[in-house]
């Protein structure tokens, strides 16, 4: 192996001498700028501030704009040689011709990409194959002073701006020399023997290479034909090709800059075509077509044109390549609506493939949710990052949590930026996992990440290895074929189950606390505004505002993107997003509260001197306490339902305050120390103490966590941490509300919490309030329990899963931090303790520990991305049962979908006679019951298309299930998929359905018919 490596090194030096050989400068080009902080059109490219650019010297700052003009002559010493512009700025920019055509993209070398991934093949603007010496350069670039991948690079200088010839054959010899290289490389670091029959041959050109001279070239050229020419007749694996440019949408940059990202990178597409006709392309995500079509037609229509010759695949069926461990289930059902209903309605396509190449981990909800929208195939790589275990599969069927499968296939090479070289395709044959029940594999070849897409290399390359001697052949092919392709030996195929767990960047459940947090709050809205909508339009007449609420979603389901929901975004995107949430916020909360309004005015008449109007939006009748003011009233809302209560038949509490340590009620028994932790809780319909002895709850921990917003490190868990230091607290009474306030320091922050136990409740409330000033901390709070169990469940997206409390196995060790939902419960199956919450989502689990991570404080790549503060609940809820029948399942959709509470004016003088104090006036009742509990309704809407209303409906409890469901004052018209189209026709007034295990169905239903 030292041997190996160090032919390797002096490769390379042959490789970086030819290199310098390409390129020759015959003159400067002349340079003139306008700069302006944000992008200006071409027409108005003059606006900006006048400058000179200057080799050498900085033009801008990091995402500063700027159009250069470059202009020039080609000299008469270029005459009859292949001549091109070498422009590099360090940034990115969009080529113009003088009349406003866009040419192509450019692209920094200074960006951080080595060697394979691409040097130089983006900073080259073609000018002519034979120059006549006389044609003059006016060009106009649209840049930005950032590099491919957002950062600022060699001070915002002007590297580089020149006419230069090109010497082809040094240029051709060069490519021979990186496959022929490439390829030694690759056999080697798989103990392939043909690497020791090759390596004469490079030794022999290397040999002759001493001095760059036509000669020596040319005969080097004739020694690697020894290589280059020999075919590859008995191969293992074959690649199917397909030119990729991952584009993350918001990320290192601003979406200002995704949209001009999309531009060059299609551009720059576009020309390769031009150049190599067996070029491929494929692109995903429906916001990128939506911005080229409105900020670039002319690109658009070349891409349209693309598309109809079969060059350029449309790719995904998700609206974004979103986080999948975040989102709510309805959020990933509308990536998925949307997203096909946008490519079928655009492009005339059925999108079958789910194309999620980059994302953080991968819930066991999903196989679901593609095959309910008629997608049978899936397609990652991202689980090649386990820094534990390897994922044991390549081509597979991958089985949900519900039953259902999908055929998957994870690229072998490990990248979606394959470099298109013989080393990376060697290592993809020798790491496919199931190359004995699939002898075939997928590489997408390009930069990625910021755009960028193939370059010269990559195709000069792939024309070498096409079907070269020791290393896998190719074919140029889309991704689609490629599956419809593999899929008739499906029957050979192995399984996983469950979902896919990355064992890497588990600190995106909780970075940026404030987008996730808004994210749950938009999400939850949302679902309120849509049920409301549907009620409002049945019962008053008021039209379903169906476009304005798929804005609304379409936008969300952009910020759930891979990178700005977990938290891996700059703090510009920050910035942008949650002020676009709060003005949504805004609005939703404003629609709310006018269709309440509306559907107020359809009550039964009646009177009442202080109207209160409470609104259910869950699927669960509900009991509660409703404070206001001095005043509690219990009340009794229906599912689905809106009451009206009168306040002025509330009860008057006066709060009193004590130093009581204790907080009790009929259903559990709580002693805190003076310290803020449980040092006893007693759960008392079974009698059992859920802490474990010798143990305490709600210990607020600060540990040290000094790695990135995506990762946490583990050793954190050996570390001691700095524990909560409470510095006040008092008891209180609020009537039928029993609490403590204590207020906390910790590190350099402060925590104040108020701890509330309502009366026939045995839910702990722990309303917190964090003034967080940390830098590389993280804080978390734990509740060891007394109760054993091999597993908690973990609610997800439609369901929970299971994840170990033990660390039997490397695959339990790499689970130290678990994403879930509202809740996670340790149960022995008689009794349990769920940790549930309104904003948060990462876990640990061991031990028998509930412990929620609740804020973190890195830096990179967002600075002070979470300083601030911070509210948010968490809550404890000891049960018997399991988390249906125990009610875990309910109290998580309570605490996160609180009764809404609209005080109304007293505009109605009619009779008050037979409504009692505890009698509200029912405005509205879904009436719409399954008489299992299991069964939740999750979801209201307008259909998508034609009339009728789409009701959405899971399993929760993780048994098959037949129910009834009765429709009340609807009726019944079809089961659909969660693209809305009828599989099975229904009728009457109830429906009779079965659930598989954490099933979803959704039904299509209508107003009874009066009359």
Same mark, same amino acid.
């Given at each position: 192996?030292?041997?190996?490596?160090?032919?390797?090194?002096?490769?390379?030096?042959?490789?970086?001498?030819?290199?310098?050989?390409?390129?020759?400068?015959?003159?400067?080009?002349?340079?003139?700028?306008?700069?302006?902080?944000?992008?200006?059109?071409?027409?108005?490219?003059?606006?900006?501030?006048?400058?000179?650019?200057?080799?050498?010297?900085?033009?801008?700052?990091?995402?500063?704009?700027?159009?250069?003009?470059?202009?020039?002559?080609?000299?008469?010493?270029?005459?009859?040689?292949?001549?091109?512009?070498?422009?590099?700025?360090?940034?990115?920019?969009?080529?113009?011709?003088?009349?406003?055509?866009?040419?192509?993209?450019?692209?920094?070398?200074?960006?951080?990409?080595?060697?394979?991934? *691409?040097?130089?093949?983006?900073?080259?603007?073609?000018?002519?194959?034979?120059?006549?010496?006389? #044609?003059?350069?006016?060009?106009?670039?649209?840049?930005?002073?950032?590099?491919?991948?957002?950062?600022?690079?060699?001070?915002?200088?002007?590297?580089?701006?020149?006419?230069?010839?090109?010497?082809?054959?040094?240029?051709?010899?060069?490519?021979?020399?990186?496959?022929?290289?490439?390829?030694?490389?690759?056999?080697?670091?798989?103990?392939?023997?043909?690497?020791?029959?090759?390596?004469?041959?490079?030794?022999?050109?290397?040999?002759?290479?001493?001095? =760059?001279?036509?000669?020596?070239?040319?005969?080097?050229?004739?020694?690697?034909?020894?290589?280059?020419?020999?075919?590859?007749?008995?191969?293992?694996?074959?690649?199917?090709?397909? *030119?990729?440019?991952?584009?993350?949408?918001?990320?290192?940059?601003?979406?200002?800059?995704?949209?001009?990202?999309?531009?060059?990178?299609?551009?720059?597409?576009?020309?390769?075509?031009?150049?190599?006709?067996?070029?491929?392309?494929?692109?995903?995500?429906?916001?990128?077509?939506?911005?080229?079509?409105?900020?670039?037609?002319?690109?658009?229509?070349?891409?349209?044109?693309?598309?109809?010759?079969?060059?350029?695949?449309?790719?995904?069926?998700?609206?974004? @390549?979103?986080?999948?461990?975040?989102?709510?289930?309805?959020?990933?059902?509308?990536?998925?609506?949307?997203?096909?209903?946008?490519?079928?309605?655009?492009?005339?396509?059925?999108?079958?493939?789910?194309? =999620?190449?980059?994302?953080?981990?991968?819930?066991?909800?999903?196989?679901?949710?593609?095959?309910?929208?008629?997608?049978?195939?899936?397609?990652?790589?991202?689980?090649?990052?386990?820094?534990?275990?390897?994922?044991?599969?390549?081509?597979?069927?991958?089985?949900?949590?519900?039953?259902?499968?999908?055929?998957?296939?994870?690229?072998? #090479?490990?990248?979606?930026?394959?470099?298109?070289?013989?080393?990376?395709?060697?290592?993809?044959?020798?790491?496919?996992?199931?190359?004995?029940?699939?002898?075939?594999?997928?590489? $997408?070849? *390009?930069?990625?990440?910021?755009?960028?897409?193939?370059?010269?290399?990559?195709?000069?390359?792939?024309?070498?290895?096409?079907? =070269?001697?020791?290393?896998?052949?190719?074919?140029?092919?889309?991704?689609?074929?490629?599956?419809?392709?593999?899929?008739?030996?499906?029957?050979?195929?192995?399984?996983?189950?469950?979902?896919?767990?990355?064992?890497?960047?588990?600190?995106?459940?909780?970075?940026?606390?404030?987008?996730?947090?808004?994210?749950?709050?938009?999400?939850?809205?949302?679902?309120?505004?849509?049920?409301?909508?549907?009620?409002?339009?049945?019962?008053?007449?008021?039209?379903?505002?169906?476009?304005?609420?798929?804005?609304?979603?379409?936008?969300?389901?952009?910020?759930?993107?891979?990178?700005?929901?977990?938290?891996?975004?700059?703090?510009?995107?920050?910035?942008?997003?949650?002020?676009?949430?709060?003005?949504?916020?805004?609005?939703?909360?404003?629609?709310?509260?006018?269709?309440?309004?509306?559907?107020?005015?359809?009550?039964?008449?009646?009177?009442?001197? @202080?109207?209160?109007? $409470?609104?259910?939006?869950?699927?669960?009748?509900?009991?509660?306490?409703?404070?206001?003011?001095?005043?509690?009233?219990?009340?009794?809302?229906?599912?689905?339902?809106?009451?009206?209560?009168?306040?002025?038949?509330?009860?008057?509490?006066?709060?009193?305050?004590?130093?009581?340590?204790?907080?009790?009620?009929?259903?559990?028994?709580?002693?805190?120390?003076?310290?803020?932790?449980?040092?006893?809780?007693?759960?008392?319909?079974?009698?059992?103490?859920?802490?474990?002895?010798?143990?305490?709850?709600?210990?607020?921990?600060?540990?040290?966590?000094?790695?990135?917003?995506?990762?946490?490190?583990?050793?954190?868990?050996?570390?001691?941490?700095?524990?909560?230091?409470?510095?006040?607290?008092?008891?209180?009474?609020?009537?039928?509300?029993?609490?403590?306030?204590? #207020?906390?320091?910790?590190?350099?922050?402060?925590?104040?919490?108020?701890?509330?136990?309502?009366?026939?409740?045995?839910?702990?409330?722990?309303?917190?309030?964090?003034?967080?000033?940390?830098?590389?901390?993280?804080?978390?709070?734990?509740?060891?329990?007394?109760?054993?169990?091999?597993?908690?469940?973990?609610?997800?997206?439609?369901?929970?899963?299971?994840?170990?409390?033990?660390?039997?196995?490397?695959?339990?060790?790499?689970?130290?931090?678990?994403?879930?939902?509202?809740?996670?419960?340790?149960?022995?199956?008689?009794?349990?303790?769920?940790?549930?919450?309104?904003?948060?989502?990462?876990?640990?689990?061991?031990?028998?520990?509930?412990?929620?991570?609740?804020?973190?404080?890195?830096?990179?790549?967002?600075?002070?991305?979470?300083?601030?503060?911070?509210?948010?609940?968490?809550?404890?809820?000891?049960?018997?049962?399991?988390?249906?029948?125990?009610?875990?399942?309910?109290?998580?959709?309570? =605490?996160?979908?609180?009764?809404?509470?609209?005080?109304?004016?007293?505009?109605?003088?009619?009779?008050?006679?037979?409504?009692? @104090?505890?009698?509200?006036?029912?405005?509205?009742?879904?009436?719409?019951?399954?008489?299992?509990?299991?069964?939740?309704?999750?979801?209201?809407?307008?259909?998508?298309?034609?009339?009728?209303?789409?009701?959405?409906?899971?399993?929760?409890?993780?048994?098959?299930?037949?129910?009834?469901?009765?429709?009340?004052?609807?009726?019944?018209?079809? $089961?659909?998929?969660?693209?809305?189209?009828?599989?099975?026709?229904?009728?009457?007034?109830?429906?009779?359905? #079965?659930?598989?295990?954490?099933?979803?169905?959704?039904?299509?239903?209508?107003?009874?018919?009066?009359?």
């Amino acid at each position: 192996m030292e041997e190996f490596r160090k032919n390797e090194a002096d490769f390379t030096k042959i490789r970086e001498k030819l290199e310098q050989g390409v390129y020759h400068t015959v003159a400067e080009l002349s340079m003139e700028a306008y700069r302006t902080k944000e992008p200006v059109s071409f027409n108005e490219k003059k606006s900006g501030q006048y400058f000179i650019p200057k080799v050498g010297e900085t033009w801008g700052e990091l995402f500063d704009c700027a159009w250069f003009h470059f202009t020039g002559r080609v000299p008469g010493a270029a005459e009859g040689e292949k001549t091109v512009l070498l422009i590099d700025f360090s940034g990115e920019g969009l080529v113009y011709d003088a009349d406003g055509k866009i040419l192509q993209g450019l692209t920094s070398s200074t960006s951080r990409n080595e060697f394979p991934l *691409g040097l130089w093949g983006k900073r080259t603007v073609e000018v002519s194959d034979s120059a006549t010496g006389q #044609e003059e350069i006016d060009i106009w670039v649209d840049a930005g002073c950032n590099d491919i991948e957002g950062q600022y690079r060699n001070d915002g200088k002007v590297k580089e701006a020149v006419i230069a010839t090109v010497d082809t054959l040094c240029r051709d010899l060069f490519y021979d020399w990186v496959v022929c290289q490439s390829l030694y490389v690759g056999l080697c670091e798989n103990n392939d023997s043909y690497g020791d029959e090759i390596l004469p041959i490079l030794k022999e050109a290397e040999e002759i290479l001493g001095e =760059l001279t036509s000669d020596s070239m040319k005969k080097a050229r004739e020694i690697l034909q020894r290589i280059l020419s020999v075919t590859n007749d008995n191969f293992d694996m074959t690649y199917s090709s397909i *030119g990729h440019s991952h584009l993350d949408l918001l990320f290192l940059w601003p979406q200002r800059e995704t949209i001009r990202k999309a531009a060059r990178t299609c551009s720059t597409v576009l020309k390769m075509m031009k150049l190599y006709p067996e070029y491929k392309f494929g692109c995903s995500q429906a916001p990128l077509y939506i911005w080229l079509k409105q900020y670039y037609p002319e690109l658009y229509d070349q891409i349209l044109e693309r598309i109809k010759e079969g060059r350029w695949e449309v790719q995904g069926a998700f609206w974004v @390549e979103c986080d999948t461990n975040i989102p709510s289930g309805e959020s990933l059902v509308r990536q998925l609506l949307y997203g096909k209903e946008f490519f079928n309605k655009e492009f005339g396509l059925d999108m079958k493939v789910g194309f =999620l190449p980059d994302v953080f981990g991968y819930s066991a909800a999903l196989p679901q949710l593609l095959c309910k929208t008629e997608t049978p195939y899936f397609m990652t790589q991202k689980m090649s990052y386990n820094d534990t275990n390897k994922f044991p599969r390549t081509t597979f069927f991958w089985q949900g949590m519900d039953g259902s499968e999908v055929l998957t296939h994870m690229l072998p #090479e490990d990248s979606y930026n394959s470099a298109a070289v013989p080393q990376m395709a060697i290592y993809g044959q020798y790491h496919n996992k199931d190359l004995d029940r699939c002898k075939e594999a997928l590489m $997408l070849y *390009g930069l990625g990440d910021g755009g960028g897409g193939p370059g010269y290399e990559h195709f000069e390359r792939k024309r070498r290895m096409k079907n =070269l001697k020791g290393c896998p052949p190719h074919k140029d092919e889309f991704i689609i074929d490629f599956f419809n392709r593999i899929e008739a030996d499906k029957d050979n195929y192995r399984k996983w189950v469950g979902e896919f767990y990355l064992e890497r960047h588990q600190g995106t459940y909780t970075s940026i606390a404030k987008v996730k947090l808004n994210n749950r709050r938009v999400e939850q809205k949302l679902h309120t505004f849509e049920w409301l909508s549907v009620q409002a339009e049945i019962k008053c007449g008021l039209p379903y505002p169906k476009e304005w609420l798929e804005d609304i979603w379409k936008e969300i389901l952009l910020y759930q993107f891979h990178d700005c929901l977990p938290g891996s975004s700059i703090a510009r995107v920050y910035q942008e997003v949650n002020e676009r949430y709060d003005k949504i916020t805004l609005e939703l909360d404003q629609g709310i509260d006018d269709l309440l309004d509306i559907l107020y005015t359809s009550m039964s008449d009646s009177s009442l001197k @202080e109207p209160l109007l $409470l609104c259910n939006p869950t699927d669960f009748d509900r009991n509660e306490l409703i404070t206001i003011g001095n005043k509690q009233l219990t009340v009794c809302i229906p599912a689905y339902g809106i009451s009206a209560y009168d306040m002025a038949k509330a009860e008057t509490f006066h709060e009193i305050e004590g130093s009581s340590l204790i907080l009790e009620n009929d259903k559990i028994h709580v002693e805190f120390t003076d310290r803020g932790t449980i040092s006893a809780l007693t759960h008392k319909e079974t009698g059992f103490s859920l802490i474990k002895e010798g143990s305490e709850g709600n210990r607020l921990c600060l540990y040290p966590d000094e790695l990135t917003h995506w990762d946490i490190n583990k050793d954190y868990l050996d570390a001691q941490p700095e524990l909560a230091n409470a510095v006040a607290f008092n008891s209180f009474v609020q009537g039928d509300i029993k609490g403590i306030r204590f #207020e906390y320091t910790i590190g350099v922050s402060r925590i104040t919490q108020i701890i509330t136990l309502q009366k026939n409740s045995a839910r702990l409330d722990f309303e917190t309030e964090v003034d967080w000033k940390e830098e590389y901390q993280m804080l978390r709070v734990d509740f060891p329990t007394s109760i054993i169990g091999d597993n908690a469940q973990c609610e997800i997206q439609f369901g929970h899963v299971t994840r170990p409390t033990h660390t039997n196995t490397s695959w339990d060790q790499a689970k130290f931090e678990v994403c879930a939902h509202k809740w996670v419960d340790i149960s022995d199956g008689g009794t349990g303790l769920a940790l549930l919450n309104d904003s948060k989502y990462g876990y640990r689990l061991w031990n028998n520990t509930l412990d929620l991570c609740l804020l973190r404080s890195q830096n990179i790549p967002c600075e002070h991305g979470d300083l601030g503060i911070h509210k948010f609940t968490y809550s404890i809820y000891p049960h018997a049962k399991d988390v249906v029948k125990g009610h875990v399942v309910k109290e998580g959709f309570m =605490l996160n979908y609180p009764l809404i509470i609209k005080p109304m004016t007293a505009d109605k003088q009619i009779s008050e006679e037979g409504l009692t @104090e505890q009698s509200p006036e029912q405005i509205i009742c879904s009436q719409i019951k399954s008489n299992c509990p299991n069964i939740i309704l999750d979801t209201w809407k307008k259909a998508q298309s034609g009339d009728g209303y789409i009701i959405r409906l899971y399993e929760a409890g993780g048994q098959r299930t037949k129910t009834k469901i009765s429709l009340g004052e609807f009726e019944a018209v079809s $089961l659909c998929n969660l693209l809305e189209k009828p599989y099975m026709d229904c009728s009457g007034s109830s429906v009779e359905l #079965e659930f598989c295990r954490f099933e979803v169905h959704t039904l299509l239903i209508r107003p009874k018919q009066k009359g």
